[in-house]
DNA sequence: ATGTCAAGAAAATCTTGA
């Protein structure tokens, strides 16, 4: 089964790429990111015509996330990351599809930081641990998947010293990812690429993607039980150089 | 500070978030 995980960046403004990209790709399970649509305007007639079934928490204007299945169906467990009754932010989804949980997520951006959003972004993290904590309970194979807004190690970053002051690269940020990690998920792409230098975001700026300025925050986590099912993985980078692209680029694993 | 995008409010550009 090949599982990914993309962020969009608007699900009907890219969609002749995101189109493209799973007629090529052809992942059984993709995990969607900031589809930047209301509820009502996913585009299902396009994701239907190309074999999948879709299951999506959408919100007008930004974030928005979904579960796209090629010929498998997709049964909803819950949407939205539990703990907080005023978060109405739709970041979260999660689904059985075969045997495999698969949690999509799009966890906060949390710039400028210090800030109430830095904060916002931190106690998202501390919510996703208690959630991600209750699913290791349950020891059947999980999958946590999506955009984390974290680089996990100076290995992640193009320029580590120009980042240590971000949201997405300060300490108390991965400090954050690592706990979540330690509780007993694997990363997928560092346990098959340990020493590489992998990413899957090139900002819109300054040719960073032309300069191959790039970061790596879009992850898989395995629960134990997934952990040694794992074939292979990548990054299908070239997807960041098409017309009308993401910013980020689909990354996937495949499982036995 | 800058740079590039898309969506939304509003009616051609500006604001917001990333």
Redo the contacts with the bound molecule.
């Keep these: 089964m090949k599982i990914a995980t993309y962020n969009v960046?608007?699900v009907?403004?890219r969609l002749p790429v995101l189109l493209k990209w799973l007629k090529e790709a052809q992942p059984d399970v993709v995990c969607l990111q900031e589809l930047?649509?209301?509820q009502e305007k996913f585009p299902l007639e396009a994701i239907n015509d190309a074999g999948y079934n879709a299951l999506w928490h959408g919100q007008?204007?930004?974030n928005g996330v979904a579960i796209l299945a090629h010929n498998i169906e997709i049964k909803e467990v819950g949407r939205g990351l539990p703990g907080d009754e005023e978060d109405l932010q739709s970041r979260y989804i999660e689904a059985m599809v075969n045997d495999v949980l698969i949690c999509c997520l799009y966890l906060?951006?949390g710039?400028p930081a210090p800030g109430p959003?830095f904060d916002y972004k931190l106690k998202w993290f501390e919510r996703l641990k208690a959630r991600s904590a209750e699913l290791l309970k349950f020891n059947i194979p999980v999958v946590l998947a999506g955009d984390f807004n974290v680089m996990p190690t100076e290995l992640d970053v193009y320029k580590p010293e120009r980042w240590v002051k971000d949201a997405l690269f300060r300490p108390e940020t991965r400090e954050a990812f690592h706990s979540l990690v330690a509780q007993g998920w694997t990363d997928a792409l560092r346990k098959l690429y340990p020493d590489e230098r992998i990413y899957t975001f090139w900002d819109?700026?300054?040719n960073a993607y032309g300069r191959d300025a790039g970061l790596r925050i879009d992850h898989f986590l395995l629960s134990p039980k997934l952990e040694g099912r794992l074939k292979s993985a990548g990054v299908d980078r070239h997807v960041r150089g098409w017309e009308?692209t993401s910013d980020h680029a689909p990354v996937w694993i495949e499982i036995e």
Aim: aromatic share 16%; net charge positive; charged share 30%.
């Design positions: 960046n608007g009907n403004g930047k649509a209301p007008k204007s930004w906060p951006n710039n959003k819109y700026f300054r009308k």
